[in-house]
């Protein structure tokens, strides 16, 4: 690496946009979790995807690593630079470069998040409905596979990006996709970057696919005896072919956490928020068969929300639970698991983690997109007790094994980064080499994002 | 290429499952539309999994080319032995291996075609609804990347594959995907197989994801007064919302082939066929508010078919048209298009084309799944004129010049085979490039399909 031959070439594109100061390079060493690393040796803030190109032309000659960055928000330390070299971030490229509502696409710059597109959007009568709760960026959720409260009705990142521009290692740049809804035509490509986390290449452009707002929204809380009958609610629920927009489980433990962090007063029950997207008609069709099923599993206590302000504030109630339940413990710093298996072992998974996770001794509420099969618990570790820490990875052990015992994968939405590049070899087998195998063709002097995703050997 | 020697080691292990005979090879050599090719040296008619990875081991070992076989049913030649080599015909391997309702997936292996699915399937109250028409394989559809009618609502294969096993050109096996509908964990390496023709290894099973039956379906047929009229109507209904299960458009040429063919008794106008699946009062609602939309846009003479035996003639019509089309010039052959675009040019690329085909002095009927701005001309060639070939050529060629001006895809279905090789480099640029760096890295020798999908220099 001859970063300082580099850095005086990039700061002769970039000028003041490359910056080697330490608060801004320190800012880029952090993430939302636990997991840290030394800082970048710059940050760039390019403005056209032809300056990525030329950064990455750049790099590359000089032997550079170059490790993308969005808002920051992952959480398994995806754009921690932990070999050093240019961290690139996106905030000034967050431009929306074409609105078609007619096709319902969208053409927006990477850097843009999802709150600034959807507020864009409010007035066309369309929105981008993946949610992973953080304002994240929306170059970054491709670049992870995002998902969230929303999949089970819209599909994750994989499903709704339908195009990108990408810069290659040496500088190159693709397109992929086109704006036509399908295509038979050659490799995905689309899918091969969406996911791969920095590690091919860099996402400057992405072509979006729209849905209609709904014409009608219904929402609920629900209460459940335990976990099990929470769970086969809703498998019941997906057997029937009622099409729910999002469904979440909250086990006891975060309904207290919630509780006393939105002044909410939920019985201290296992729970499950649903919502129904649709025409009115329907959405009160979908509400009623669901009240049937979920008192078919013992729920009470069921309460409809139907206004807009009262939906608000139980998503922003939802959406709040990592940081409700990171004040349950003052000083912790939070562990989330994110494990996602077949839906019929569901209720398995969540019990059997329950109980591990209440033998470790360190307190761990779940949280869980269960239509989807995906559950957290943010274990609340005390950053100071060697003892907790190693009790926090011994769970996130078991957890990844018992996931992929039961067919499972070791993360559904939270991604790889560093923090679960041990589990890859366990759940891919040999296709981890492939992976290998694609990524030296693409990145054969291993710049992008090295010291994640693939075998290093 | 080291045949004999190769051909002895596969009798070896396969026995009689090794076909040397003429007619064996000469039947592998035909497609279903005018493109052929010589025959393969032998055909293999492996059992398992670990028999196709002693195949490709062994050819391989002496380089000779491999070539996936479903059911021979798709149109760009994708399954022709350009190269000879041996044809692995996945007609023995056609088992359900798994049946996971509660999971809403099953396991299989890729020989079994999607009737024969759907049959195993009709008791669990389940069934697999990507619907190319053709009685394919499973195998090959995913090879392929196919759609067909019920795309608008369900997908294409890219969204209803969720894992593979592939053997891979050196005889290695990889597992991708999970059971779990969701996974971030690393490249999608099942998207990348899904699409790849055969050219980066051979799938040898299937996890599919399921969907629930239908508790009510209605369906009809409707005439427009022009084209556009019947493309409008689909546009506004998407932008409604309002989810249509299945909606194709057959032109005034269509209908008059379909009439003659199934003694129908359409007027001879542009035509919608539309299907709407869900709840009783759901499916109600729709067809009711597309009613409206339709009458908007001078459609008349509606007919409902609520009555399975009704929407099973309907559909066995849409179904036949290519067959119908074909029976309007007895002796011609069928060169199909396959553009798709985005669905605000829908209209416009339909109208041009028709104006193209009027031109050329070749009949060509159109039908389109238009929810998907997919549309099909049946160029009508009559194969002992030159001219008339010729003149086909021209229009595909100018067809798929077309579809890239207007953002779309030269191939919304059908795939590349060699049919559509020559579009590649225009459709993709410097990604073609990349799709090569791939296929070198995961089969060096390039026995994998030789000929096909990616640059041969």
């Not at 999802?114 to 994240?136: Q, Y």
């Not at 992405?206 to 609610?233: I, K, W, Y």
């Not at 927009?245 to 962090?261: G, K, Q, S």
């Not at 398995?348 to 307190?363: L, S």
Request: charged share 20%; proline share 5%.
């Amino acid at each position: 690496m001859r970063i300082d031959a580099a850095l005086g070439e990039l700061e002769a594109v970039l000028g003041e946009r490359l910056s080697r100061s330490r608060p801004v390079r320190e800012q880029h060493a952090h993430s939302e979790t636990h997991l840290r690393s030394g800082p970048p040796d710059a940050v760039a803030f390019p403005r056209s995807a032809a300056e990525v190109a030329r950064i990455a032309e750049i790099c590359t000659r000089h032997l550079v690593p170059m490790v993308g960055w969005g808002a920051g928000t992952s959480l398994e330390g995806h754009a921690l630079a932990l070999r050093g070299g240019v961290t690139i971030d996106f905030a000034q490229m967050d431009q929306i470069l074409e609105m078609r509502p007619e096709d319902m696409i969208v053409r927006v710059q990477p850097g843009i998040t999802r709150e600034a597109l959807n507020a864009a959007l409010r007035d066309t009568g369309l929105f981008f409905p993946v949610d992973p709760g953080a304002n994240a960026s929306i170059g970054g959720m491709a670049a992870t596979r995002a998902s969230g409260t929303t999949a089970v009705r819209y599909g994750t990142m994989r499903d709704n990006v339908l195009g990108l521009e990408v810069v290659l290692a040496d500088g190159r740049m693709i397109r992929t996709g086109t704006a036509a809804p399908k295509s038979a035509a050659g490799y995905d490509l689309t899918a091969l970057f969406v996911g791969s986390e920095g590690t091919l290449g860099l996402i400057t452009e992405l072509t979006l696919r729209l849905h209609g707002q709904p014409e009608a929204v219904s929402a609920a809380v629900c209460a459940f005896p335990d976990m099990s009958s929470a769970v086969n609610c809703v498998i019941e629920t997906i057997q029937h072919g009622i099409p729910m927009a999002r469904i979440e489980f909250l086990d006891a433990a975060t309904v207290a956490a919630c509780n006393a962090y939105a002044q909410m007063e939920m019985p201290l029950q296992p729970h499950l928020m649903i919502e129904f997207h649709g025409t009115e008609a329907g959405v009160a069709e979908q509400a009623e068969r669901f009240g049937e099923i979920a008192a078919g599993h013992g729920s009470a206590d069921f309460q409809w929300a139907t206004r807009t302000e009262d939906r608000a504030r139980l998503w922003k109630m939802r959406h709040a639970a990592y940081r409700a339940c990171l004040a349950m413990r003052p000083g912790c710093e939070g562990w989330v698991t994110d494990a996602c298996v077949p839906i019929s072992r569901l209720a398995e998974a969540v019990e059997e983690t329950q109980a591990d996770i209440a033998a470790c001794g360190v307190p761990g509420p779940m949280v869980g997109h269960v239509g989807d099969g995906n559950f957290h618990s943010v274990l609340l570790v005390d950053p100071e007790s060697e003892t907790e820490r190693e009790a926090a990875k011994r769970v996130s052990a078991r957890l990844a094994e018992r996931a992929l015992r039961m067919g499972g994968t070791v993360t559904g939405e939270h991604g790889i980064g560093f923090g679960k590049l041990g589990y890859m070899a366990a759940e891919h087998g040999e296709g981890w080499i492939v992976m290998g195998e694609i990524k030296r063709a693409l990145d054969p002097h291993g710049l992008m994002n090295p010291g994640k995703m693939v075998s290093q050997t």
